[in-house]
């Protein structure tokens, strides 16, 4: 219960400082980084993006031999869609991207490499959805 306070607390402290969506996405974020954690898995990076700037991944974690790309999508409703509809081939092109830079530094086969989409519609409570194996290279 306290975590949910926190949360909420540091949520309604981003509305002030930055543009609703942005609160609201890295809200989502937050709450994508909970139910993984909570599912067991290690989060190794988060926000992980090239020193180019060329790519960015919400989430990167281990499920024990697994290398996970996590993708969150938040939306404040499911009125427009499913939120991990959202993700189209261009997001997916950085992604992967990132992900061939991030397993030729980490020394981790591809053949290790999963991408996965968490969808977070924040109603009240948030609802949290995890898609395994969202999309492949």
Do not use: C, Q
Request: hydrophobic share 35%; no cysteine.
């Amino acid at each position: 219960m306290i975590k949910i306070a926190l949360d909420w607390l540091r949520h309604t402290r981003r509305k002030h400082l930055w543009t609703a969506t942005l609160a609201a996405g890295r809200r989502g974020e937050d709450l994508a980084h909970r139910f993984l954690r909570r599912e067991g898995l290690k989060i190794v990076a988060r926000n992980y993006s090239l020193p180019s700037g060329d790519g960015e991944v919400d989430l990167i974690a281990w499920d024990a031999d697994t290398l996970l790309f996590v993708e969150v999508k938040s939306r404040a409703s499911g009125d427009y869609g499913p939120p991990e509809r959202a993700i189209g081939s261009e997001k997916r092109r950085h992604i992967i991207r990132v992900a061939r830079e991030y397993t030729r530094k980490t020394d981790t086969p591809w053949e290790n490499v999963r991408f996965d989409t968490i969808a977070v519609v924040l109603s009240d409570p948030p609802a949290i959805s995890h898609h395994k194996r969202s999309f492949t290279p």
